[in-house]
């Protein structure tokens, strides 16, 4: 020890004190060493790089709890720091402390240092302990860890990427996205794949690209599942031993020699090959046990599974061997052996599979050590194959293996009964025909058929042979009488000798009735139902015979089928029907001693339209109407039955439909009231599907010209035919014409004595026997007077004047006309007429049988103001002559007394011109009388009453008109009062 102080020379007392001190803090620094913990001696690390996990150990004294740290050595960051408890291991007597890390341990060096401690004591910290990475320097290259781990599905790994020397870092990628990256070192990167989903067969790749998406390095994980096997199922295959079968189960992703799965069966390891991917695995034991256990383990994890059973209740037989039949025509005997002699005594059920080229059949078989069957009800020269399979009779539990299959053909026999028919096409040529049989029916190959054709009355018969290609024989029945009935006969013959005779008697030639006359056989979904009225003498049943109606006769291809006697009714079937095709059916009836049809049928699987036009359309023109013809269309064109025809008028680009005949058997039509031009016709046939195509005529249809000059002339015939009866009767009843039409007119009835021939009528006054005059003490504003009416008044008239009245009308009196014109209707104004008359006599003049116009003879008096002046009327000359008053007018100053209606005036004194002359004479009916007169115009008429004035004009008519009517009223009437007025003497 050290000395502490020191003296040269002798000092009075003052070192105790000094030395006192000393020995005091020694003594106090060698307590505190005695209660402080001891620092961790011989610290040692290890690490475990596939589970990544650090091992640290170390002496640690007395204590049990330590303060640990991680750190990342180079960028010398924590990555863990925790106060740790550990247990003292007393063999060794070392602590002992593990850390599982993140990151794989290859990714960077870590430091650990530790230090003990005791409550709030703590030693010094250890040593520092250094676990190297993978990013020294001395690595130069990229480098990513982990490689090729296993982990399971839905956990997340880290992997981290140290980069070469030199290099730049860019990104790290699981499978395609990019993961968020953490910087371990200089050169070391981390990124966790989070949420696992399984690999593919090799494995999930992981990349580690640099700055330019280049990869510089990569890793591959395998992420799967532990394993997960079902159902384990042991049994017993020779009665002794154990045979235990399991599923795989779960997929578990995992792939190659690493990766697989490993079982162990009661502690005893099951080699499966690596290449078995197959689900149901199988291992065996050599003794049964009863209870067994399986354990699945694989690099994720393991699985235990267990069974349990009795050796009688798993009995599974295996597959029979060295199977051998043994074949008969009819049969054969099926034998084989047993793997194993503990079969003998082993009640068995086998199943026998037996197929051949219809069908396939299973049978099965029981008995003790079964090693033989007898399969029956086979077919003659036919191919069969057989296989076996066995199971435990007591106490079943599944059937074993099915042993190789075996193939053989049983022996030949004679043929089926051929199924023949006649086909007749006259009465003494038809065809023999026969269905070929199939191979089940011939039981072996046909080589020829025998025909035989035999007349029992005749004893004549006729054999010929065919060969096995042949179906059909025509057949020629000249060299038999033709009186009795002929049987043919047919034989097919094969290896094993001849089929029995097959025979029918050759039906009659069967006449063609009227296709309207048969009836209509219906298809439904079930074929052509036919049906019939049951036959007493059907003693061997009914044929139903059906063919193509428009097939020739030569090779003409008919079916058949039979029907026992007892049924009435068939529905045909056949894959040959075709749509649009019409087929005949006929029934026979079959006996012992002839063959006769009963019943015909005809019909069509499907109707279509018809396929052809109207053949032959032609157009008539039979004046005025136009016919047109057609031929009938071909049976084989029709494709359904006809329903009728649809006569349509063409417009190029429209239909109009102008009948529709319902009646198939119609070939014409006639086309009536149409006018000339030209027009063109579409006749279409129709059946229940449609109408087919149409045929199209054209035609220009002239105009009928002598049915025009008929018609004209038979109108005239009987107009003329009309005219001569109406004559012929107008003659024979002349008397009651006359009398209904033109009645006598009274001759005028006058006092006194009146001459036939009278002279010019004077204004004077004369006796009342001649004329009688009405003398009026009061002058009547409503009667019309004579007026003098100027001519040129005359014309003045409008025509609109009534030309009747009520009122008898007063005649007025004019000069006779100097000119030889004829009289011309006037049309006086009522105002001129009115103030025109004379008021110097009021005598009034009636006539009966007035002819003339009453628009120039009678007029309405229209009243008008008195007090207006009218003009003296002039004279109207014309040609040297005209009109002249017949009283002369009065002076001008008298005027005025003329417009006054009460006045009265003085006629004037008859002398030369002045005095009242007649206008005409009377026209006598004699000739004699008018020549007395002649000298005058001619009379207006008879005197008669006022009301039986009657007009020959009407009003509104021209001169020239009226004058012209008038001439030729006067010749007709002339002509009927001649015809009528023949008779009178």
């Known amino acids: 020890m050290p000395r502490l102080c020191f003296s040269a020379k002798p000092l009075p007392n003052p070192c105790p004190w000094w030395l006192l001190c000393v020995l005091l803090g020694l003594s106090a620094l060698q307590a505190h060493t005695k209660d402080a ?25 007395a204590v049990s709890t330590f303060d640990l740290i991680i750190l990342r050595t180079e960028l010398n960051e924590t990555v863990f720091y925790d106060t740790v408890s550990v247990g003292l291991d007393e063999v060794s007597g070392r602590c002992q402390w593990n850390w599982t890390s993140v990151e794989p341990l290859e990714c960077t060096s870590l430091s650990v240092r530790l230090r003990s401690r005791d409550g709030e004591t703590a030693s010094e910290w250890s040593d520092t302990q250094i676990l190297q990475g993978k990013d020294l320097p001395s690595n130069t290259k990229s480098q990513m860890y982990p490689q090729d781990r296993v982990v399971p599905v839905g956990s997340n790994t880290t992997f981290c990427c140290i980069v070469g020397e030199g290099m730049s870092f860019g990104s790290i990628r699981y499978k395609i996205p990019v993961l968020n990256v953490t910087r371990l070192s200089r050169r070391s990167y981390a990124s966790t794949g989070t949420n696992q989903g399984p690999s593919i067969t090799s494995g999930t790749n992981v990349l580690c690209l640099n700055s330019d998406d280049r990869i510089l390095t990569g890793a591959v994980v395998f992420v799967g599942y532990p394993p997960l096997p079902q159902d384990l199922v042991c049994e017993t295959r020779n009665l002794s031993s154990a045979v235990c079968q399991w599923n795989r189960g779960r997929e578990t992703h995992l792939y190659g020699k690493r990766k697989m799965t490993y079982y162990k069966l009661n502690a005893r390891s099951c080699t ?97 050590g079964l090693r033989s069957v007898v399969l029956l009800d086979l077919h ?197 029907f075709q749509p649009g095709v019409r087929y005949n059916f006929s029934l026979y009836m079959c006996s012992s001693d002839r063959t006769e049809v009963l019943q015909r049928w005809q019909g069509y699987m499907q109707e279509l339209v018809p396929s052809s036009a109207v053949p032959h359309l032609l157009t008539n023109q039979q004046d005025p109407n136009i016919e047109l013809t057609w031929g009938d269309i071909p049976l084989v064109s029709r494709r359904g039955f006809l329903l009728g025809y649809h006569i349509y008028l063409n417009n190029g680009s429209q239909l109009t439909l102008l009948a529709n005949l319902s009646d198939p058997n119609s070939r014409s039509y006639t086309v009536q009231g149409l006018p000339g031009g030209s027009y063109k016709f579409t006749v279409k046939a129709y059946t229940s599907a449609g109408e087919g195509t149409g045929a199209t005529a054209s035609i220009s249809l002239e105009p009928y010209t002598d049915w025009v000059i008929l018609e004209i002339l038979t109108a005239m015939g009987t107009m003329a035919v009309c005219l001569v009866v109406v004559t012929f009767l107008c003659y024979k009843k002349r008397k009651w014409v006359k009398k209904a039409f033109y009645p006598d007119i009274p001759e005028p009835k006058l006092a006194g004595d009146w001459p036939r021939t009278q002279g010019p009528l004077d204004v004077k006054p004369s006796p009342h026997s001649m004329v009688h005059i009405v003398e009026e003490p009061e002058w009547d504003s409503s009667k019309e007077a004579l007026v003098i009416i100027p001519e040129e008044e005359e014309d003045m008239g409008t025509g609109d004047e009534p030309a009747d009245t009520d009122e008898p009308t007063s005649l007025r009196y004019y000069n006779q006309v100097i000119d030889e014109r004829p009289i011309r209707p006037r049309y006086p104004d009522s105002s001129d007429s009115s103030t025109s008359s004379l008021d110097s006599g009021r005598t009034d003049v009636t006539y009966t049988g007035i002819q003339t116009s009453a628009s120039s003879l009678a007029f309405h008096n229209q009243p008008q103001s008195s007090s207006e002046p009218q003009p003296n009327p002039p004279l109207i000359s014309g040609g040297g002559g005209g009109y002249r008053p017949q009283m002369q007018p009065a002076a001008p100053a008298q005027i005025p007394a003329l417009m006054d209606p009460h006045s009265q005036p003085v006629p004037q ?65 002339t002509w009927f009062h001649n015809l009528l007025s023949s008779g009178k003497p």
């Open 272 to 368: 499966v090959p690596i290449a078995n991917r197959q689900e149901l695995l199988e291992c065996s034991l050599d003794q049964w046990v009863g209870n067994w256990t399986l354990l699945a383990e694989n690099p994720l994890g393991q699985y235990h599974l267990t069974d349990s059973a009795e050796l009688s209740h798993r009995v599974r037989p295996v597959a029979p061997a060295s199977l051998n039949p043994v074949i008969h025509v009819w049969n054969a005997t099926v034998q084989w052996q047993w793997k194993y002699k503990s079969y003998d005594a082993l009640a068995l059920l086998c199943e026998v599979d037996l197929s051949s080229n219809w069908r396939s059949t299973t049978r099965t078989f029981p008995g003790v």
């Open 909 to 973: 004194p008859g002398g030369g011109a002045s005095g009242y002359q007649p206008q005409c004479s009377w026209r006598m009916d004699s000739p004699g009388e008018a020549g007395e007169s002649e000298g005058l115009a001619p009379c207006l008429g008879s005197p008669t009453s006022i009301t039986s004035t009657q007009f020959l004009l009407p009003d509104g008519e021209s001169e020239e008109d009226a004058e012209d009517k008038a001439q030729g009223l006067s010749s007709a009437t």
């Open 37 to 61: 913990p001891t620092v961790p001696q011989q610290v040692s690390l290890s690490a475990n790089l596939q589970s990544q996990q650090l091992s640290v150990s170390w002496l640690g004294g």
């Open 380 to 576: 003659p020269n036919e191919d069969y194959t057989v296989k076996v399979r066995c199971g435990a009779q007591q106490n079943f539990w599944k059937w074993g293996d099915w042993s190789d299959p075996v193939a053989f053909r049983t022996k030949m026999d004679i043929p089926q009964t051929l199924d023949v028919w006649v086909w007749m096409a006259s009465d003494n040529t038809g065809r023999v025909i026969w269905k070929p049989l199939t191979p089940r029916e011939s039981h072996g190959q046909i080589t020829g058929y025998e025909l035989t054709l035999w007349s029992p009355e005749e004893n004549v018969q006729h054999t010929e042979m065919l060969p096995h290609t042949a179906y059909d024989v025509p057949i020629n029945l000249t060299h038999f009488s033709g009186t009795g009935k002929v049987i043919a006969t047919i034989t097919a013959k094969n290896g094993a000798g001849m089929s029995p005779p097959a025979s029918v008697v050759i039906p009659l030639h069967m006449t063609d009735m009227e296709a309207s006359a048969v009836p209509q056989a219906v298809y439904t979904e079930d074929g052509f139902h036919l049906s019939w009225q049951s036959d007493a003498n059907a003693s061997c049943g009914y044929v139903v015979e059906w063919h193509d109606a428009f097939c020739p006769v030569q090779d003409c291809p008919v079916e058949w089928t039979k029907v026992p006697s007892e049924s009435t009714n068939v529905s045909i079937q056949s894959g040959d």
